[in-house]
């Protein structure tokens, strides 16, 4: 099956408890480590910021009150059942003047050079082409604007990946009994084991272009921060 239209079957699955699914996998912790990112992505009032694979808002929510009135806040993603999670969410927040792309990264409707900054947070492992979508995030970049992904990334230390990976068995029976379906969870333990190293990625971002390529891992490398500069 090709992987974008896997994505998507899988998301529209997993989209109506998608969040519940998140804080009982991670134990809340999924919440500390993106108010981390928020704060790497160095994103401050009038800034305009595309959320790339935004699914469910929650970045877009820690960015909106940032970037103030000023500033735009824009999601982009593949699947509308996401994209809809997100728009009611930012809606009930409050925010409404949050915009909304349903759209593949690897092919965006956007002009060049559009925003100041890209997140994309546990986003990136899902596209079926990550050099062509990294490619497309360095097009609509401003020069010097700044791209932050989040993802998850392999723990150095031989204990921490193999506790890791025992727990992450576990995912399939948690989303069958929450979800009603096991099948988007073992798809998510397949795509963070075939997701590359923080090293490869930073490869990745420089062959897309980016200068400054940098990473930071979380908890152990469980999770890693990577950040560009176009």
Sequence with gaps: MEKTQLVNEVFDVASPRYDLMNDIMSFGTHRFLKSIFRESTGVHPGNNVLDVAGGTGDI????????????????????????RQGRDRLLDAGFASVNYILADAESMPISDESYDCITIAFGIRNMSHMDVALAECWRVLRVGGRL???????????????????????WPVIGQFVVGDSNPYRY?????????????????????????????SLLGGIVTIHRGVK
Excluded at 192 to 200: G, Q, T, V, Y
């Design 60 to 83: 877009s929510l820690l960015l909106a009150p940032v970037v103030g009135s000023q500033g735009s806040i824009t999601i982009l993603d593949i699947n509308e059942s996401m994209l």
């Design 148 to 170: 932050s992904v989040l993802e998850f990334s392999h723990p150095k230390i031989d204990s921490l990946r193999v506790l890791f990976n025992i727990y992450r068995q576990t």
């Design 188 to 216: 998510l333990v397949e795509s963070i084991d075939r997701h590359p190293s923080a090293e490869a990625m930073d490869m990745f971002l420089e062959s897309a272009g980016f200068r400054a390529s940098v990473h930071h």
